[in-house]
Structure formats: C-alpha cells, structure tokens
C-alpha cells in the first residue's frame, strides 16, 4: 500500500508575514490617530486664533474711541479753563481799579465749576497775603469734570489697547501652534509611503513627539 505523506509548512514561513501584517496595522492606526488629532488641533488652533483676532479687532476700536471721547473731552476742559482765567483777569482789574460794579458784573459770570477755588482764593485774602496762592486756578478746590473724564477715558483706552495687543499676541501663538499641527500631519501623511519598518517608525515617533508639544502649547495658552 502507498504511503501517505503529510506535508506541514513550517511554522518558520508562516509567522514572520503574520507578524509584519501585525506591525503594518499598529502603524496605520498610529498614523490614523496622528492624522485625526493633528486636524483636531489645527481646528481648534484656528478658531482661537480667528476668536483672539476678532477680541484684538474690538480692543483696539474701543480704544480709539475711548482716546477720541478723552482727547475731545481734554480739549472743552482746556477751553474752560481759558475761560475762567479770562473772566478771573477781568474780575481782578476791575477790583484793583476799585470799579467794585464791574468787578461783580464779572463774577456773576464765572462758571459753577470755577466758584468753589475762587471762594477759598478769596477767602487766603490774597490781596493782602503774599504769602497766598496767586490764582484760583491753582487752589485745589479747581476741579474740572471734563479734564477728570478725559483722564479716566484715557486710562479706559490704555487698558483696551493692552487687551488689544495682548489678544494679538494670543492669536499668533495659536497660528504658531498650528505650524507644529500641519507638520505632525506631514509626517503621519509621509510615514505611509515608507517601506523600511524602521523609518516609518522613526517618522511617526517625530511626529507624535510634535504632536505631544503642540498640544502642550494648546494646553497653556488662554482660551476666548
């Protein structure tokens, strides 16, 4: 009778092409996973840097207009000034001529703002006292609302112009995050057309090491 003859592979040509199959499906998906969180990190590197864009944007017309309103604000308050001190020269020739009619004509003009200095002007008897302060414009009771208003206007702009820049800085953090982000895209795209083991994983071990410093810079920039 014939023999019958079983004929086994040997497990030696069988296992390596198994286990390179396995390899080949660990990279894909280390690449698929660089891929899909490189495009998340770009998505959303991009919509800060639009959101600190638009916050920039508005800063920076708030600004404007806060340094518009304080520059036309400081401009009346200049103008009143001029006319307290005009109406003050009068006021003091009239009195020192001793024409105490016109004098008072010319006190009954002065500004509501202006009334408080001159009284404490007055009452340093300053006429007398040359030890006094020479002008009620220089008596601490002279208070300008405009002047006050242009200050504090101009301290509201100086702070939305530091928003503004400090929005500005942000944007271009996040658009430098996303340079990083396409990169890591580059090499996991880049990493499939390899056929050496050994430099597709080199390639992706690149890109996942700027993948991970990305999104640490992600992680510590501020959010809008």
């Known amino acids: 009778m014939p023999e019958h003859v ?6 030696e040509l069988s296992e390596p092409g198994h286990a390179s199959n396995r390899r080949e499906h660990i990279l ?14 770009i998505a959303w590197s991009g919509y800060q840097a639009a959101r600190w864009s638009g916050f920039q944007a508005e800063m920076y ?6 340094r518009s309103l304080a520059n036309r604000n400081a401009t009346i308050a200049a103008e009143q000034s ?22 008072a004509l010319y006190e009954r003009r002065f500004r509501r703002e202006f009334r408080p200095a001159f009284a ?16 009620p414009l220089r008596e601490r009771e002279y208070v300008l609302k405009r002047a006050v208003r242009a ?16 929005a ?3 944007a271009d953090d996040y658009v430098f995050v996303t340079v990083f982000f396409a990169i890591v895209l580059f090499f996991a795209g880049i990493s499939l057309r390899f056929q050496w083991y050994p430099m597709r994983v080199i390639v992706l071990g690149m890109g996942g090491g700027l993948l991970v410093y990305a999104g640490l810079m992600v992680m510590t920039l501020p959010r809008h």
């Open 6 to 11: 079983h004929v086994h592979a040997p497990h």
């Open 168 to 170: 500005t800085e942000n």
């Open 28 to 41: 894909e998906i280390i690449s698929a996973l660089l891929l899909s969180l490189a495009t998340l990190g």
């Open 61 to 66: 017309t708030k600004a404007s207009t806060a």
């Open 82 to 103: 001029d006319h307290d001190l005009i109406n003050f020269n009068h006021w003091l020739e009239a009195k020192t001529q001793g024409r105490e009619d016109l004098a």
């Open 151 to 166: 200050e504090r206007l101009e301290a509201v702009g100086d702070a939305r112009f530091e928003a503004g820049r400090e």
């Open 120 to 135: 404490a002007w007055v009452a340093s008897d300053p006429l007398n006292d040359t030890d006094a302060i020479a002008s």
